[in-house]
């Protein structure tokens, strides 16, 4: 149904800006009676004021449990030996794949890696902080994302 209103919604556009851009013959008038300014005002009004909105009912949202209480993370947690180059968890329901972030005590994120795993091994390449957290958020087979996880916090020790 939606995507009749917008097609009548173009189409009515459509034929305001063609009859605004025709030019008029001696005695003739644009198909409103209008002058061709008018038509374009009123396309414009058409496309931005009376343009059907997504029912946000109806808006597109994670498919399966994306509840965060469902991320459970493996590792790494808590008091750690040397930065953590691997990151395991256990799956979703209804994830086909997950949002991998990592940030630093300040919160500034140093990594963010789409994973189609519930395993992550970072690159020899990559400076993991000494301290900081990981959070995880799971997105479906359509792409939407579902609540990001609470933070995993690690610390390496001295």
Same mark, same amino acid.
């Given at each position: 149904? !939606? ?9 009515? $556009?459509?034929?305001?800006?063609? &009859?605004?851009?025709? @030019?008029?013959?001696? /005695?003739?008038? *644009? ?5 061709? #300014?008018? *038509?374009?005002?009123? $396309?414009? =009004?058409?496309?931005? =004021? =009376? %343009? @059907? ?22 590792? @790494? ?11 395991? %968890?256990? &799956?979703?329901?209804? $994830?086909? &794949? ?5 940030? #630093?005590? #300040? ?6 890696? +789409?994973? /189609?795993?519930?395993?992550? =091994?970072?690159?020899? $390449? !990559?400076?993991? @902080? +000494?301290?900081?957290? %990981?959070?995880? !958020?799971?997105? #479906? ?15 390496? !020790?001295?």
């Amino acid at each position: 149904m !939606t995507a009749l209103r917008h097609l009548v919604c173009l189409s009515a $556009a459509y034929l305001l800006l063609l &009859s605004a851009a025709a @030019p008029a013959r001696a /005695g003739t008038y *644009n198909w409103d009676g209008g002058a061709p #300014d008018d *038509n374009i005002a009123a $396309a414009a =009004v058409l496309l931005f =004021v =009376v %343009w @059907p909105r997504e029912d946000p009912m109806n808006a597109p949202v994670f498919r399966g449990d994306g509840n965060s209480r469902t991320v459970v993370a493996l590792e @790494p947690s808590g008091e750690l030996q040397q930065p953590p180059v691997r990151f395991r %968890w256990r &799956s979703v329901p209804g $994830a086909r &794949s997950y949002r991998l972030e990592v940030f #630093d005590d #300040d919160a500034l994120r140093v990594l963010m890696q +789409s994973v /189609g795993d519930t395993t992550y =091994v970072a690159p020899e $390449a !990559t400076r993991m @902080p +000494s301290n900081g957290f %990981w959070q995880l !958020t799971p997105i #479906d087979d359509l792409g939407m994302p579902g609540a990001r996880s609470a933070p995993f916090r690690f610390s390496v !020790t001295d």
